[in-house]
């Protein structure tokens, strides 16, 4: 379950999504709008759950 929802500005979905994926055994995603370009600000995170 996210613990954040993110509502201003200041919040960078990015930033809220490496948070959770520290601590996350695996991920899956569902979104209605995300750039694949997007995926490389989390490769490392990403690369930790394979």
Request: charged fraction near 30%; hydrophobic fraction near 45%.
């Amino acid at each position: 379950m996210p613990r954040n929802i993110i509502t201003t500005p200041e919040q960078k979905f990015s930033d809220e999504l490496k948070i959770e994926l520290q601590v996350a055994k695996s991920a899956k995603f569902a979104v209605g709008w995300f750039f694949i370009s997007g995926l490389k600000e989390l490769k490392d995170e990403i690369d930790k759950l394979l």
